[in-house]
């Protein structure tokens, strides 16, 4: 006998993790239409650099990939481990990601890597799953030349990382020299955002 429920939740689930991927993909591919797509037309989102609009962030990050390939840069978010909750049209996921960027910092070419984890508030909008609310929680980062035998005096401004928060110094930093300061709300793993964002989080879905 067919559960109807349980087939229902799974259809939900893989149209959610679909979104969810869509939205990587397309952000890093530069298909911006494709990726204003996966927001409901009432959504904000924050990373390390951007707390706002979907559609604002589009037109700003655009332009920021744009020159980022001019100059040789690269960027690609990894994800994995999914996991969905479903609470009638809302939804929670929540995934690992890794963003690996490549850019060229006081001549050097450099390979960062900053693991994280995003967190979706989802809902049904015209019957479709879209992403209302997304945060980034940072965990850890790092950073090495493409070149091993660079020394690090050539390329890092540790005076200059002194002010970012630890676990993310090295992204921030990246951030602040090609023009992005930190977001106000950054979230951080183990602080207190991550505490208020996860209660918004069950707040969503009604989750005791």
């Known amino acids: 006998?067919?559960?109807?429920?349980?087939?229902?939740?799974?259809i939900d689930r893989s149209e959610i993790i679909n979104v969810v991927s869509k939205s990587i993909l397309t952000r890093d591919s530069g298909l911006w239409d494709k990726l204003a797509e996966c927001y409901h037309s009432e959504a904000e989102f924050t990373s390390s650099w951007w707390q706002g609009k979907p559609s604002d962030f589009i037109k700003v990050a655009s332009k920021k990939l744009a020159s980022a390939r001019e100059?040789?840069?690269?960027?690609?978010?990894?994800?994995?481990?999914?996991?969905?909750?479903?609470?009638?049209?809302?939804?929670?996921?929540?995934?690992?990601?890794?963003?690996?960027?490549?850019?060229?910092?006081?001549?050097?070419?450099?390979?960062?890597?900053?693991w994280s984890r995003r967190l979706h508030l989802m809902a049904r909008e015209n019957g479709e799953w879209k992403i209302w609310r997304r945060f980034a929680i940072y965990e850890k980062d790092s950073v090495a030349p493409v070149d091993p035998t660079v020394p690090a005096e050539r390329y890092l401004d540790v005076d200059a990382m002194v002010k970012y928060p630890k676990a993310i110094r090295y992204h921030l930093w990246r951030n602040e020299v090609m023009g992005s300061a930190p977001a106000k709300n950054l979230c951080i793993r183990g602080t207190e955002q991550e505490k208020r964002v996860r209660e918004e989080a069950r707040d969503w879905i009604g989750a005791s």
């Open 1 to 10: 006998m067919i559960d109807e429920k349980r087939l229902r939740d799974s």
């Open 71 to 114: 100059e040789g840069g690269e960027q690609k978010h990894i994800t994995s481990n999914h996991w969905i909750e479903l609470r009638g049209d809302r939804a929670t996921a929540e995934c690992d990601l890794i963003l690996f960027m490549r850019r060229a910092v006081n001549g050097v070419d450099l390979d960062f890597a900053t």
